[in-house]
């Protein structure tokens, strides 16, 4: 008994000493505040990141949410309007189609069709009809032609098919600009307007038309995302 006394007593001598108490409080603060801190701290950490995930999952819920609800709205919209459907039984060429065959049921009398995807999206025009089969030419022929119009300026310009196609003959004083979106104008052969067709992508100058700018476009329409094409008379 009396030994631990004396322990204690001695303990509490030396524990009392500046030195020595500088000397465990630093120890203690390095072997248990530091990494209690970190932890605190790592927790803290993940609990924000918790946060931000829950956060970005609501958004993207909400987003997916939204792309269904348009995607229904154009297809309600399509459904309604007066188009004959041709299933799509070849692309020519492979890879980016100039043409592309389409089976109907009945053979096409009138030579003016616009040809829609089924979001409603210009993919081409009647080019050959023949007993049931007939073959469209898309946008991405360099034959291709049509009016097109800038929604956000109300701009015409003429849009020329390729695999890369261009808009031309805009003044120079009118703006066009990366994302606008170009309809059909309704004007020359095909009076049917307000069908989407291309989004702007770069506006460059017309070395060949100096009174004139050009822009680089990206249809819409994209081949094999589509099993069938819509035909829709273009007067």
Do not use: W
């Not at 799509?88 to 040809?115: E, H, M, Q, S």
């Not at 360099?142 to 261009?166: A, C, D, H």
Request: glycine fraction near 6%; proline fraction near 5%.
């Amino acid at each position: 008994m009396k030994r631990e006394f004396f322990l204690f007593l001695l303990l509490s001598i030396v524990v009392n000493i500046p030195i020595f108490k500088r000397g465990l409080h630093g120890v203690l603060i390095k072997t248990l505040y530091y990494p209690a801190q970190k932890i605190a701290t790592f927790l803290q950490d993940i609990s924000k990141a918790e946060v931000e995930r829950d956060s970005l999952a609501q958004q993207l819920a909400e987003l997916k949410e939204k792309f269904y609800v348009e995607t229904v709205k154009q297809e309600t919209l399509v459904k309604k309007l007066p188009y004959i459907k041709g299933n799509i039984t070849a692309y020519n060429p492979l890879g980016i189609p100039r043409y592309i065959t389409l089976k109907v049921k009945n053979p096409l009398r009138d030579a003016n069709f616009l040809a829609l995807d089924i979001y409603g999206n210009l993919a081409g025009k009647l080019f050959k009809s023949e007993d049931g089969v007939i073959e469209i030419m898309t946008i991405f022929n360099k034959e291709f032609r049509i009016g097109v119009k800038n929604v956000r300026t109300g701009t015409l310009g003429i849009l020329y098919g390729s695999e890369r196609p261009e808009v031309r003959f805009i003044p120079l004083d009118i703006s066009f600009r990366k994302g606008d979106t170009l309809v059909t104008a309704g004007i020359g052969e095909f009076k049917v307007a307000g069908i989407p067709v291309v989004i702007v992508d770069t506006v460059l100058k017309d070395e060949n038309n100096p009174l004139f700018k050009k822009c680089k476009v990206l249809p819409f329409f994209q081949p094999y995302r589509n099993l069938h094409l819509l035909l829709r008379k273009g007067k």
